[in-house]
């Protein structure tokens, strides 16, 4: 595609309950990071994934959320157990390659999903 | 640890004049990459401008430029002839390596920027 898509735009839940968020990177970018930004925050790295593998999840807050990469394109975030403090724009971003510094490593974003926990 | 300050939360100018949004940040690395990244309503992260640290030269692009100042550690941008279409939030960003071989942005908490007709 022509950028990174990501589904749900919008998705509210209540407390308790399982979502997975979808991100489909831009076509040949081998890497693929997920961010959360908070109302009022800027963006906050949660995982990043190298082809089908978590190379690091140094950024996921506790054992509710993982995510998943199982064919090295599209991208499912996985939040179990929702609470209200989960809710936030998560944004999925991809890249070409991911080794070297940038413009090779610039990381294109997508939309965002927001999440609402009521 | 690497950390990136925007200490204007908000920001207004009036259309066609030009204004300037102030960065800091800390890192002990020497070669980096700097961003200014724009956020409309619509959600979608947009990039501005890039900054590599090892180019004296400010980068420029159309009405966009950088004040990048290595030794300070500053990386204001400066928007000229600003148009209502430049309301956003603005984040800026560096690039800081993962041991994992690849890079993560550390974001800014932003400074939301309204023009004024």
């Known amino acids: 595609g022509a950028g990174v898509s990501q589904t749900p735009s919008n998705k509210v839940t209540e407390k308790g309950k399982y979502v997975e968020l979808r991100c489909d990177p831009i076509s040949g970018h081998t890497a693929l990071y997920w961010y959360r930004q908070s109302l009022g925050q800027g963006p906050e790295f949660l995982i990043y994934f190298q082809g089908t593998g978590a190379a690091d999840d140094s950024g996921l807050p506790n054992d509710r959320f993982f995510a998943v990469r199982p064919e090295g394109s599209v991208s499912t975030l996985k939040i179990q157990r929702t609470e209200r403090g989960d809710s936030a724009v998560y944004l999925c971003?991809?890249?070409?390659?991911?080794?070297?510094?940038?413009?090779?490593?610039?990381?294109?974003f997508g939309p965002g999903t927001r999440l609402t926990v009521l | 640890a690497q950390t990136v300050t925007q200490s204007q939360p908000e920001m207004s100018v009036q259309e066609a004049e030009t204004v300037t949004l102030s960065c800091t940040y800390d890192t002990s690395e020497n070669n980096y990459y700097l961003f200014w990244y724009k956020q409309p309503p619509s959600r979608q992260m947009i990039l501005v401008i890039r900054?590599?640290?090892?180019?004296?030269q400010n980068a420029t692009e159309n009405r966009f430029s950088v004040n990048f100042q290595k030794a300070a550690k500053s990386f204001s941008l400066k928007i000229s002839d600003s148009q209502l279409g430049d309301t956003a939030m603005y984040f800026c960003?560096?690039?800081?390596?993962?041991?994992?071989?690849?890079?993560?942005?550390?974001f800014g908490t932003g400074t939301r920027l309204k023009v004024l007709a």
């Open positions: 900054q590599e640290a090892y180019k004296q």
């Open positions: 960003a560096f690039m800081k390596h993962l041991p994992s071989g690849t890079y993560k942005y550390i």
């Open positions: 971003a991809s890249s070409f390659r991911t080794r070297g510094l940038a413009p090779y490593n610039e990381q294109f």
